[in-house]
């Protein structure tokens, strides 16, 4: 099986399947992903490993990412100059931290960066209020967005500085029963 | 506060840059480190968590900080570290490198265990093509997320049980007597004894059958379906003689009985235990309510539009309920006494309303059931108003079970609970006269069954009536089963898919639109009212999957007093089945046991008799008190850790400012005084795990991440 496709050499495939949580046949299926977000651009032999990045536009409009209010955020956290421009590298790595297989911790490292809107490595007040408002599209009138940003930061904050370090939103997520399930995408 | 967070940042191009900031384990975690290359921008990826303070992980690290033990530390494998591929990839080839340095019996023991891993992945991935309907429930958890998932994997999980039920029955009741003429075995039959309560009129028809009674005989389980393998009066044989040994029928009937309902609650413990766990742990009370809600509410499974909009309002819903919740508490604590009573006996008062409508469901039900079991002693020869009979009383479960939900709800509005619990409540109410009603079904079936005119049963039961009233009992339950089917499926296809049709593909003049739109107003409220109702309340995913494995325990406990009773007390009919020679069903163990050698079926008996009951029931008691006591000091035990993290959270700020007000001072004042002050201060700061001297107070480096 592995002897029949030339899109990656054996050893590559070797390096994937160590480094995420994918097996070959997964991989496989997500270079085409990739491939047919713009056939152009990224070719089908990746032995010589091309340096192609695909840009953020491109990746949201995925019909994994199309409905989620984070997927600028996601896109961002995953690419190399924050600007969401995706390797494949960068891709494969994105689906991996989201599969189901990924453990908890990684998985609050990198929840951690996109909540950071501001990436100032706490997550404070109007980060929580931007989540906010894109979770609910701005339905919630802005004096019951403040309450609730106010009870959450009450809720996980720690160290009283009244914004959530990554110690307090691990602390926090790991009491979270529903992270770990609703935390990843399928692909 | 700009001037203590921007300790944090250091920057990595001098070699006094905070070697001992870097040490900190604590920080190893926060360290947002910039890329070493020449490229423009700068990136950061949060440092990966090591387990056993092993660095040999970072190329970079092994140089400055002290240098570790390279082998033998228990490593993450490089996939759960939180890197770039490259850096991933480089760290696999830096450990590979590693191996090599080491002996060839560490290489291969490394070997082994990677290909065993990845043979154990690629396992898991074939047996998981096996999984019961495995591509459908993808495809609905990336249409509408984990919730719905939850509902459609508990109804996978509902069948496998069913299906292991049914092969144990089948391997151990039915196999061998199907085996048995061509294993060489002979069955001994039933002795029918001859008397009065031994008399089992033939069931198949004969002579001229007009054809729909065949369809008849199918919905209710009489007739031709009477004598097969599905209703208990097929089975006649009672013991089958082998060569070797005897296989003794009866008995395996009852223990196969007593062994699947174990079966059934070890399984469905299991599954429920995770959640269970997490349940205990937790606040039950809303304690990260909020937190949960806007960091892990959002299911990025979802990607289907509606399940996304119906996801988005089920959230802005959740957070309305909270923030109403809060409220609430706040009324609450306001109550004056005089509002206290008034609650209190408006709640009494609707509590007993609601125990009447229960009462009048039951006993309509009971009535349904009395009549429809007469109605069948004397058939009317009109085909569709005797099946219509017989069903009467699902029938009237199935009304009942649709109109209290609906009622139940409109009081509890009244009741003033807080929001949550009315949610409980409600479904807690629902769930118990589904099951009751079924408990009230059998109830009169076994009063019809054990009632004989002139109240003296001379065989136990009304053997006139019902000379094998536990094949009736199964077709009771046959022609509920059926009918739930039929529901199901109605509603789906004579009210859900018309809805979607009229809504999507009816194109139509003005006047038209205006008559499709009336009637679809009508549809969507109805269908609003019974299925979305649920969905716009949803439970959370992990919640609702325990929920829905307590109802199925409950289920299960009431589902078993029948099956004791039945099998303890109730007097077996003597014209068919395996106990015929037998005044109760149980009566076969004993029998069974007396035969066994002494000392085995001494110690059987034993174990039976009244003492070792209590002996049992006392221990079990004493386990249950302590694994409570083990539950309540773990909680506590998380609390006061949880109130250690925020007192060292709030030593470590306090340090660090004192330790930036020393450096300020020594700033200020330069020479070897304050060289050596801050040398000091250093010393002892790294003494007490806080920050460090000798900080360059830079600005935070620009992030390229920065939006």
């Known amino acids: 099986m592995g002897n029949k496709q030339t899109i990656f050499t054996d050893e590559q495939l070797d390096a994937y399947q160590d480094c995420t949580f994918f097996t070959r046949k997964e991989i496989l299926r997500l270079h085409g992903r990739y491939h047919e977000l713009a056939p152009h651009l990224v070719p089908m032999d990746y032995t010589n490993e091309p340096d192609v990045k695909l840009p953020l536009a491109l990746i949201v409009n995925m019909p994994e990412l199309k409905e989620n209010p984070f997927r600028n955020r996601i896109v961002e956290s995953f690419s190399e100059d924050g600007e969401g421009n995706l390797s494949f590298n ?14 908890r911790e990684l998985k609050a490292i990198y929840a951690f960066k996109i909540y950071d809107f501001n990436t100032d490595n706490f997550i404070c007040k109007e980060d929580l209020e931007k989540t906010l408002n894109k979770l609910t599209r701005e339905e919630l009138t802005s004096e019951e967005v403040n309450l609730v940003c106010e009870k959450a930061i009450e809720e996980a904050d720690l160290d009283g500085d009244s914004k959530l370090s990554f110690a307090d939103f691990e602390n926090m997520i790991s009491r979270a029963p529903d992270f770990l399930s609703t935390f990843h995408l399928r692909i | 506060m700009d001037t203590v967070d921007s300790v944090f940042y250091s920057d990595h191009m001098g070699p006094s840059s905070n070697p001992l900031l870097d040490q900190l384990p604590s920080y190893q975690s926060l360290l947002y480190r910039r890329k070493p290359s020449a490229t423009a921008g700068t990136k950061r990826r949060a440092s990966s968590r090591t387990r056993v303070g092993s660095s040999s992980s970072w190329k970079w690290k092994v140089d400055r ?51 065993l891993r990845r043979l154990k992945e690629e396992s898991l991935d074939l047996l998981s093509t096996l999984e019961l309907w495995r591509g459908d429930i993808h495809v609905i958890e990336g249409m509408f997320g984990t919730g719905i998932l939850s509902y459609f994997s508990f109804l996978r999980f509902l069948v496998l049980l069913n299906f292991v039920i049914f092969l144990l029955m089948f391997s151990f009741v039915m196999l061998p007597i199907i085996v048995a003429p061509h294993a060489g075995g002979n069955s001994t039959f039933n002795a029918r004894d001859g008397g009065e309560c031994s008399i089992y009129p033939s069931t198949s028809r004969r002579g001229l059958v007009v054809f729909h009674q065949y369809i008849a005989d199918l919905l209710s389980g009489t007739g031709f379906l009477e004598g097969t ?62 937190c949960n809600k806007i960091f892990a509410g959002w299911d990025f499974c979802i990607t289907n539009e509606n399940a996304a909009r119906l996801k988005r309002s089920s959230l802005l819903y959740e957070l309305k309920t909270d923030l109403e919740e809060e409220r609430t508490k706040q009324k609450i604590a306001d109550r004056t006494r005089k509002d206290k009573c008034r609650i209190y006996v408006l709640r009494v008062v609707l509590n007993v309303f609601v125990i009447a409508v229960l009462a009048t469901c039951f006993y309509s039900i009971y009535r349904a059931t009395i009549f429809s079991q007469e109605s069948q002693m004397r058939p009317t020869g009109n085909v569709i108003l005797d099946l219509i009979y017989e069903y009467l009383p699902s029938i009237v479960i199935t009304l009942a079970n649709f109109i209290t ?13 807080s929001p949550a619990f009315e949610i409980r409540f409600t479904l807690m109410r629902c769930v118990f006269m589904r099951l009751a009603s079924i408990g009230v079904l059998l109830f009169s079936l076994w009063s019809q069954i054990t009632f004989c005119p002139g109240n003296n049963c001379s065989c136990g039961y009304n053997h006139k009536r019902y000379p094998c009233w536990e094949s009736h009992v199964g077709q009771e339950m046959y022609k509920l089963m059926i009918f739930d089917f039929i529901i199901i499926g109605a509603v789906t296809v004579f009210v859900e898919f018309p809805r979607k049709l009229i809504v999507t593909y009816c194109d139509c003049g003005l006047a038209k639109c205006t008559i499709k739109y009336f009637i679809v107003f009508y549809i969507k409220k109805m269908t609003l009212m019974n299925n979305c109702r649920p969905a716009t309340r949803p439970f959370r995913a992990s919640s609702s999957n325990f929920f829905f494995l307590a109802v199925l325990l409950i289920g299960l406990a009431l589902a078993c007093v029948p099956v004791i009773v039945s099998i303890a007390e109730i007097s077996c009919s003597q014209a068919c089945g395996p106990f015929v020679n037998y005044t109760t069903s149980w009566e076969v163990v004993p029998q069974a046991v007396s035969q066994l050698p002494s000392g085995l079926s001494t110690f059987l008996f034993a174990l039976a008799s009244e003492p070792f009951a209590v002996t049992f029931f006392v221990i079990t008691c004493l386990v249950m008190f302590y694994f409570i006591a083990l539950a309540a000091a773990h909680k506590r035990v998380v609390d006061h850790l949880r109130e250690q993290l ?28 304050s060289r050596s002050d801050r040398g000091s201060q250093s010393h002892s700061a790294a003494q007490n795990c806080s920050s460090t001297g000798g900080v360059y107070l830079v600005q935070p480096p620009v992030s390229a991440t920065h939006v």
């Open chain 2, 405 to 417: 939900p609906l009622m139940f709800t409109m009081i509890i509005q009244y009741e003033d609970y």
């Open chain 1, 90 to 103: 960068d891709f494969v790595d994105m689906f991996s931290v989201l599969s189901e297989m990924a453990p």
């Open chain 2, 646 to 673: 925020v007192m060292e959270g709030k030593d470590k700020r306090f340090l660090i400012q004192k330790l930036l007000q020393a450096q300020r001072t020594s700033v200020r004042s330069p020479g070897g005084h």
């Open chain 2, 229 to 290: 393998y599905l209703f208990y009066g097929f089975y006649k044989v009672q013991a089958i003689n082998y060569p070797r040994f005897t296989y003794n029928l009866p008995l395996a009937y009852v223990l196969v009985t007593i062994a699947y309902l174990f079966l059934s609650l070890i399984w469905i413990v299991k599954r429920s235990a995770s959640g269970f766990k997490r349940k205990l742990v937790q606040d039950e009370d809303r304690f990260q309510s909020f």
């Open chain 2, 65 to 115: 900080v002290d240098e570790r033990p390279k082998v033998a530390c228990p490593q993450r494998p490089v996939r759960e570290l939180p890197k770039t591929m490259e850096e991933k990839r480089r760290d696999k080839e830096q450990r590979m490198e590693q191996a090599r340095d080491l002996s060839s019996w560490e290489q291969w023991r490394q070997n082994a265990r990677r290909s």
